[in-house]
């Protein structure tokens, strides 16, 4: 059971990045799925998740009309679509698969995390 965090990297302010979560040894529409981040010296915070049951997404007030989540059930990936990216998005991204929620305790599985710099 496996999940992969990827396409993260460096962007200047205004730009734009799409990281994906793909899982390998489950199915992750059973899961709600999860994207956080960490920022050196700070804590982990939630971003985003989307649910199981009816797809419903959800957005930590800072990213909200600026990042979009979405899953293709059929690549068995999620996405984390982010736009008119801010130095303070800078961090470290993780997504997690469990219950669609902004509690780090609810999610089961973790990918590695992805790396994000917004610098000019």
């Known amino acids: 059971v496996q999940l992969q965090a990827s396409g993260g990297g460096l962007v200047q302010p205004g730009g734009s990045l799409r990281l994906s979560c793909a899982a390998s040894?489950?199915?992750?529409?059973?899961?709600?799925i999860g994207w956080f981040r960490q920022a050196p010296g700070k804590e982990r915070e939630w971003v985003s998740c989307?649910?199981?049951?009816?797809?419903?997404?959800y957005y930590e007030d800072s990213v909200k009309g600026r990042f979009t989540i979405s899953r293709d059930n059929a690549k068995n990936t999620v996405y984390l679509q982010m736009n008119s990216l801010k130095p303070e998005d800078t961090a470290v991204y993780y997504c997690?698969?469990?219950?669609?929620?902004?509690?780090?305790?609810?999610?089961?599985?973790w990918g590695q995390g992805t790396l994000v710099t917004v610098s000019s």
């Open positions: 997690a698969a469990g219950v669609c929620s902004s509690w780090r305790y609810d999610y089961r599985y």
């Open positions: 989307i649910s199981s049951s009816d797809g419903n997404t």
């Open positions: 040894g489950f199915t992750l529409d059973y899961y709600g």
